[in-house]
């Protein structure tokens, strides 16, 4: 009988160990808003939207997981578009699906750059 307390004794501070351990395992940092330019045009299913980047370096497309802003108006424009990366696995199995493209963002900003894409 004492034995046995003592080894539940022993399991329960190994368990409490164990999640103590775990628990300070550091996070995963949030990902970091980037800014990119380029002209937006309508995807192929109904509310999805592509850019299409006017940068030199970098993706030249980019997939609109989702956004905060309205987009619809500025289809056409050249944009700027601030927003987090979205990893490809995970913006392919989102719902509705955007455009396939080089790089895919979730939008927390646009700024109008031009009412006309070059």
């Known amino acids: 009988m004492k034995n046995l307390l003592v080894y539940g004794a022993a399991a329960a501070a190994a368990l409490a160990l164990s999640v103590g351990v775990r ?16 002209c937006l045009a309508k995807g192929t299913a109904d509310g999805t939207f592509i850019v299409t980047s006017t940068a030199e370096k970098g993706p030249k497309t980019i997939g609109i997981v989702s956004s905060k802003a309205n ?15 979205v990893p490809a696995k995970e913006a392919e199995s989102a719902k509705p699906k955007p455009p396939a493209a080089d790089h895919y963002m979730t939008l927390s900003a646009i700024a109008m750059v031009a009412a006309k894409c070059p």
């Open 23 to 38: 628990a300070q395992e550091p996070a995963k940092p949030a990902p970091k808003e980037h800014t990119m330019t380029g």
């Open 71 to 85: 987009l619809a108006p500025h289809v056409g424009h050249k944009i700027d578009i601030t927003g987090v990366n």
